[in-house]
């Protein structure tokens, strides 16, 4: 979890939900990170709700921080740019925090132990029982990356992405899978970004694929650019982009049966997976076939139709 102290109500409250539904059972450790240190009311109030033992760490500032090499007026040109469109999340901050998820958090020092990790963000809900452990049925069906909600992004905040991107394919074309979700990304076969991107916020995922040779070339090919500051590149479209062409379209998983809440969208699992998950969400309130979410273009490019 990445969390700020003055949100440890938040915190709280998903922890006390993760241990409910899922981690009482199984008892993982929790590493919580932060920019500044954690107060004594934060790691007492988190640290009494869990199973597990828990660690508190400080991000690196050359981690988290704006990179000096960064054009501070080119970059405030482009927060304020977005600002002038009524852009949510425009300054610095919520771009240092996207560029330390994109390339950093599997670098923390308490997370080099670990191999596979479950994101969690102060607030979220969950709605379901899981009975068994995803970290174990992904390792052993040799998945990477696992998510709930997909969904289009701000296009205005990303506008250079996918060329950078498709520049960086061409210059590198023996990380690019041989059997991957292209058509997830694209709708005329990569020439075009089609803006889908699983929501990063929830993950459960393997921090071997993002320490991996490929991962590495193309997160420091986009640091290059500095357009997680000059743009708004978010954590989101680059691990999605990441998943979709440098792993097997087998390898990335949809959690039909996790129930989940991110404010202000939220999926409720159907059918069985409501009744076994003993889920106390509304089925007919789902995120999942909305006109903005990017499901059924997963599925189809699961189902090889793209």
């Known amino acids: 979890m990445l969390s700020r102290n003055s949100e440890v109500n938040d915190a709280a409250e998903a922890v006390r939900q993760m241990e409910d539904r899922f981690n009482g059972k199984y008892h993982y450790p929790w590493v919580f990170l932060n920019d500044e240190p954690f107060s004594e009311e934060f790691i007492q109030r988190t640290s009494q709700l869990t199973s597990g033992k828990t660690q508190y760490g400080v991000i690196p500032r050359d981690h988290w921080n704006q990179p000096d090499w960064i054009d501070e007026d080119k970059a405030r040109a482009g927060r304020n740019k977005l600002m002038a469109q009524n852009i949510i999340y425009g300054g610095t901050s919520y771009r240092n925090m996207c560029r330390f998820n994109s390339g950093f958090f599997f670098r923390h020092e308490l997370l080099k132990p670990y191999r596979w ?14 009975d068994y452990d995803p970290f174990m049925m992904m390792q052993e069906q040799n998945k990477v990356y696992g998510f709930t909600i997909s969904l289009a992004e701000w296009e205005p905040t990303i506008p250079s992405l996918w060329q950078t991107v498709k520049d960086f394919t061409k210059e590198y074309p023996q990380y690019v899978a041989p059997n991957n979700s292209m058509g ?20 459960i995922a393997d921090m ?13 090919y986009l640091e290059k650019t500095g357009n997680f500051y000059y743009e708004r590149w978010g954590d989101a479209p680059v691990h999605s982009i990441a998943a979709s062409l440098f792993a097997n379209k087998d390898q990335v998983h949809f959690f039909r049966d996790i129930g989940y809440r991110h404010s202000p969208f939220q999926r409720c699992p159907v059918g069985d997976h409501h009744t076994n998950g003993k889920c106390w969400c509304d089925p007919a309130d789902s995120f999942d076939y909305r006109p903005n979410s990017c499901l059924k273009q997963w599925e189809e490019t699961q189902a090889g139709a793209r």
Do not use: I, K
């Open 208 to 220: 071997n694929f993002w320490r991996s040779e490929a991962y590495t070339a193309f997160f420091e």
């Open 117 to 130: 990790y479950w994101r969690v963000e102060p607030g979220v809900q969950y709605f379901c029982d899981m």
């Open 184 to 203: 997830f990304l694209s709708n005329t076969g990569g020439d075009t970004y089609n803006l889908c991107h699983f929501w990063s916020n929830f993950e």
